[in-house]
């Protein structure tokens, strides 16, 4: 292969270049289509130029350098490397990241299909992110589960819209007394008039800390603080200033950018609790857009102590979505230089007869995150919460949840209600990456 934007492998430093690995499908060659997304996210444009130098295109070209077929021509893996100079990692940070190695390469006539499934970043990257303030150990720490490596609960006000400050924070005592860890806001609620963020923060952690008095724990309460920008901030100081021990972030509408901020800011001293509502819009198709490890890698840079990475069994757990979930939770909790590891969180649609499968699945260093598990039992919040750590207890001593149950009243009238038993789905998404 010939052209400024081939190398062969022996060309490309894993030091000086981000590498990233997408899955084509197109009517022309791999070769083609790689040399298209390098072209289209580097120098290039669609027609020869006199303005491109020769020392341009020497230290700035992204490389099309790896192949693999998967089938029939045209469909299959490329692998591209991005020369660090081209990114403006002070300045521009994630979002310049993303705008390079995730643009407008969706856009290109001639891809059929295209998904970025992983990008490495070397470390003279990594380097420039200070990471999470907490991480994983950080929220354990501030918990109490160091020692005892439990996953924690936790669980999302319900309904999701709709009630006062007053009973949201009736709702949360409930939940705490109950034993969740984490108690969050919904991520569209934020500051409606009918219950507006600084009431709601008030009156949460005053219950909160009547919690602590009366049982020792501390139970965390993530404040959706998701907005405009000028309005983010201020709910972030007003959220330090007040009381607040978390905060929470819809990272992908209000940006990366702006986790980073927030990551970044040292009187932000909480962590940033992270949800990825609207990721499905490019991460769920299995053959073109994002899958979640890039998120998640993204994410943990930037800032994030707990990311919602997806569950192995809820609603939302569609086989493809299992194996998104395991790796992104993986990505997140890996030695990654001097980057802190990232709290996963399992959340939609789990009651306690899916929390054996989870932990099986996902591991310990978890979030389990509930809220119709939990807000629908039988006797109300407060036993929801019982059933759903009496669940983990049973997991992690290795317990059947049947036999656990039989001591255990609230955990048996949620496995009466929900079932007892993890049902296989046999949904499927189809074809994977071109087999």
Known sequence: MEGIFFSDVSGIDPENHIICTYYVETDGSLEGAGEAIAAEESIGTWTDIGTVTNDIQRRLAAKAFQFEEKGKKGVGLVKIAFPVELFDLENGGIPNIMSMIMGNLFGLTALKNVRLLDAEFPQSVLACFPGPKFGLEGVREIVGTKKDRRPHLGTIIKPKVGLNPSQTAEVAYEAAVG?????????????????????????????????????????????????????????ADYAVENGANMIMLDILLSGLGALQHLAEDPSVKLPIHCHRTFHAAFTRNPLHGVHMRVIAKLTRL??????????????????????????????????????KPVMPVASGGIHPALVPKNIELLGTDLVINAGGGIHGHPDGTRAGAAAMRQAIDATMIKIPLEKYAETHPELKKALDRWGYKYAEKSETLGRRYGE
């Open 179 to 235: 034993g969740v860890d984490l108690i969050k806001d919904d991520e569209t609620l934020v500051s409606q008039s009918f219950c507006p963020l600084e009431e709601r923060l008030s009156k949460v952690m005053e219950k909160i800390d009547l919690v602590k008095e009366e049982t020792g724990r501390t139970v965390f309460y993530a404040l959706n603080i998701t907005g405009n920008l000028n309005r983010l901030l201020e709910f």
């Open 302 to 339: 930037a800032g994030g102590d707990q990311l919602h990475s997806g569950t192995a069994a809820g609603k939302m757990g569609l086989p493809e979505e299992v194996v998104e979930a395991k790796e992104s939770g993986e990505v997140l909790l890996r030695e990654w230089g001097k980057i």
